[in-house]
C-alpha cells in the first residue's frame, strides 16, 4: 500500500509569505514592490540581490525601505535597495545623456559622457545603444536630421537659419553632410520635397495593382493596392512638393524588371534603390533585406539582428514606414509566434508572397 504523505506547510512565517516565492526566484517584477530584513546580520534588500538567501526564519518582508528602516535594518550595499530600481537608473543616465548630446554643438566625446554618467566608456556605450538602438554618434547625427528635416518642412525661415538651429556651427560643415543627411542639397529638398522630379508608372501584377516610382538616384517607391487611383494619391502624399511625371517607355522597361522581381523575388532586383529614413530605419530596412527569400524572422531577431534588442516596437514601425515594397522584404517579418502580423500592403498579399517564396 503505498502511503500518501500530505505535504507539511512550512514552518517559517517567511515561507509562508506570499512573496517568499518571488525571493526564491529573485524576481525582477518585484523589484520595488517589497523589500526583506535579515535578522542576523541587521540589513535589508532587494527581492534580486545576488547575494546568497539566509535563513527564512532569520528573514522578514518589509512594503518598503522606510519600513524596514524603523524596524532598525540598514540598507545592503551591495543591491542598494534606497537607489531608484537599476532599469529606472538606466534610463535615466541615458535620458541625461540624450539631452547633453541635444543640446550640444559638437557631438560629446565618448568620454565626457560616460565621465558625467559616472560609468566607463564601454559601459556606457552598450547601455546607450540597448535603450536608445542607436550610438551616441549615430544618435547625435539623427537629432539633427530630425530638426533640419522639420525646420525645412514647415517651410519657417531660411535654409541657413534652419541649419544654425540644429546646431551646426557653420552652413559649410552643413552642406558637406547635407547629402548624407537630406540626401540631397537643402535648397532641393525645400522647393522640391524629397526630389525635383519623380517618375512613375501603375501596372498589374498577380497582388493586384502596383505602382513603381523613381527619381533620378533610384527606385524610390513600390505600392501595392487594389486602387490605382489611391497609390498615386499615396504617392503624392509620400513626395508632397515633388513633381511628379507619368513614366514612359524606358521607364516601363524599369516598371516590368520591378514587376518581374515581384512575382519571383528569389531572382532578385538588379535595379539601385533611393532609400531614405532615418539612420534607424535604414539600419532595419538593410537587417530586412539580408533575410533570404523563403525565410521569416520575427520583430525580436531583427531588434537582435542590429544589436538593438530593446527597440522591438521601433523595429515594428520602421517596418511600417517601409515604402519600398518587395524590395524592401518588410513581408519576411513574422510574429515570434509565427502570426503574420500587420503588413501595410494587406496581410493577404504579405501571405501571397510568403507562399510564393517558399515555392
Ligand atoms: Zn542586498
Known amino acids: 500500500m503505498n502511503l500518501i504523505i500530505a505535504k507539511s ?133 539623427a537629432h539633427r536630421t530630425r530638426r533640419i528635416r522639420d525646420h525645412l518642412a514647415e517651410g519657417k525661415g531660411s535654409v541657413t537659419e534652419a541649419i544654425y538651429d540644429a546646431g551646426f556651427s557653420s552652413s559649410s560643415r552643413f552642406y558637406e553632410t547635407s547629402n548624407k543627411v537630406l540626401g540631397m542639397t537643402p535648397s532641393a529638398f525645400r522647393a522640391g520635397g524629397v526630389e525635383a522630379e519623380i517618375k512613375f508608372a501603375v501596372a498589374e501584377c498577380s497582388l493586384g495593382a502596383i505602382l513603381v516610382a523613381a527619381s533620378g538616384k533610384g527606385v524610390c517607391a513600390i505600392f501595392l493596392g487594389d486602387d490605382p487611383d489611391q497609390l498615386v494619391r499615396d504617392l503624392q502624399d509620400r513626395f508632397p512638393k515633388a513633381n511628379l511625371i507619368g513614366g514612359n517607355t524606358e521607364f516601363e522597361a524599369l516598371v516590368a524588371k520591378v514587376v518581374g522581381f515581384v512575382e519571383a523575388p528569389a531572382i532578385g532586383l538588379d535595379l539601385p534603390l533611393d532609400v531614405r529614413g532615418t539612420a534607424f530605419q535604414e539600419r532595419v530596412w538593410q537587417a530586412l533585406r539580408d533575410i533570404p527569400a523563403g525565410e521569416t524572422a520575427s520583430y525580436t531577431d531583427i531588434a537582435t539582428r542590429i544589436g538593438a534588442p530593446k527597440a522591438v516596437r521601433a523595429v515594428a514601425q520602421a517596418c511600417a514606414a517601409n515604402t519600398l515594397a518587395v524590395a524592401i522584404p518588410c513581408h519576411r517579418v513574422v510574429r515570434q509566434d509565427g502570426n503574420l502580423s500587420g503588413y501595410r500592403w494587406g496581410v493577404e498579399r504579405k501571405r501571397a508572397l510568403l507562399t510564393k517564396e517558399r515555392g
Not at 518571488?22 to 518585484?30: C, G, I, K, T, Y
Not at 524596524?71 to 545592503?76: L, N
Not at 559616472?118 to 535603450?131: A, M, N, Q
Request: with cysteine; hydrophobic share 35%; charged share 25%.
Open 9 to 141: 506547510q512550512p514552518a517559517t512565517p517567511a515561507e509562508r509569505d506570499p512573496r517568499w516565492t518571488a525571493l526564491v526566484n529573485r524576481d525582477p517584477a518585484f523589484d520595488g514592490k517589497f523589500v526583506y530584513s535579515v535578522k542576523t546580520t541587521g540589513v535589508y534588500c532587494r527581492p534580486t540581490c545576488p547575494s546568497r538567501l539566509a535563513k527564512p526564519e532569520n528573514i522578514a518582508f518589509h512594503a518598503d525601505c522606510t519600513e524596514a528602516e524603523r524596524a532598525g535594518f540598514r540598507p545592503c550595499l551591495r543591491c542598494r535597495p534606497n537607489d531608484a530600481p537599476l532599469a529606472e537608473r538606466h534610463a535615466a543616465i541615458v535620458a541625461e545623456a540624450c539631452r547633453r548630446i541635444e543640446a550640444s554643438e559638437e557631438l560629446p566625446m565618448l568620454d565626457a559622457l560616460a565621465k558625467a554618467a559616472g560609468i566607463s566608456p564601454y559601459h556606457f556605450h552598450r547601455l546607450f545603444k540597448s535603450i536608445t538602438g542607436l550610438t551616441p554618434k549615430a544618435y547625435g547625427a
